[in-house]
């Protein structure tokens, strides 16, 4: 046994001798790829495919080594008209998922620290009209459904609304929601901390049928919008008051005013920049008068 292991051991090393910077550039850009495959297709049905795919072609190595010449017949059979029934019955995931990789942008890293504090800002102050908004709307069970758009661009949603542009406040989304009012059935989605459109209209969850029955049409979009993008969607219930906050495909409730602001805050704050060159200006001007006091 030890021998066994020791020449496993052997041939890796022998392996790794022979490979190149670029191949180790390879290796890292498969797994990265594979990672970022299983993110997307986790906890919905192209996962069962996955699954499928695996047992599939460990029964095609069996068959191959036993030489079971019925199972083979079968297996080829299947192999010949199987990936034209995955795309026709998978159709619904392969499009969510080219939709996440298509509208997914790189993330960039504001370069003016002013800006980013500026940005900070108006972040900051509109979590606490959101928060506010909710706090009002949860006391009189008025309906809300509001969307805080990040990475992944929510365009074909903004079309079926009505573009605002608008700087938020709790008296804005109380006027937007008020019953009857043209756009309070649908829902507003914050880009760059500002009400940017209202009235849109959020696609249907994909396990609808296992969403709870108790659960009305704002929180099925909330998650419908989460399971095709990075947004985070906040809920307030028309039977019950109840805020809720939908992301990644779950739906978390039962938040109050405080809870819902810490969330916002950890989920679309950014990161805070600190003035690192404005520190260092700032030393090596001390640093300079420290030298003509001492000449002096």
Known sequence: ?????????????????????????DILLLAWLIYKGIKIIRETRAMQLVKGILLI??????????????????????LNVGIVAILIVFQPELRRVLEKLGHTKVKTI????????????????????????????????TGAL???????????????????????SAEMFGNIFFPNTPLHDGAVIIRDSKIY???????KPQKEELISKALGSRHRAAIGISEVSDAVT?????????????????????????????????????????????????????SEKEKEAANK
């Not at 191959?64 to 079968?74: D, S, T, Y």
């Not at 620290?113 to 009189?140: G, H, K, P, W, Y």
């Open 146 to 168: 509001i969307v805080f758009e990040r990475e992944t661009k929510l365009g074909e949603q903004i079309d079926t609304g009505t573009l605002l542009n608008a700087t938020p």
């Open 57 to 78: 072609a460990v029964l095609f190595f069996l068959v191959n080594q036993f030489e079971l010449k019925a199972m083979r017949v079968i297996i080829d059979t299947f």
């Open 1 to 25: 046994m030890l021998d066994y292991l020791t020449d496993i051991w052997e041939n890796l090393l022998s392996v790794f001798r022979l490979m190149e910077p670029i191949d180790y550039i």
């Open 110 to 141: 504001a370069r003016n620290f002013e800006a980013a504090e500026a940005a900070r800002i108006e972040a900051e102050n509109c979590i606490n009209a959101v928060c506010d908004a909710c706090e009002q709307l949860s006391l009189t069970a």
């Open 234 to 286: 906040v809920v307030v219930s028309e039977e019950t008051g109840t805020i809720s906050v939908s992301e990644n495909g779950n739906l978390t409730r039962f938040y109050n005013k405080d809870s819902l602001r810490k969330l916002l805050e950890e989920k679309i704050l950014p990161e805070k920049v600190e003035p690192k060159k404005a520190k260092h200006k700032k030393k090596s001007a001390r």
């Open 197 to 203: 459109a209202a009235g849109c209209f959020l696609p």
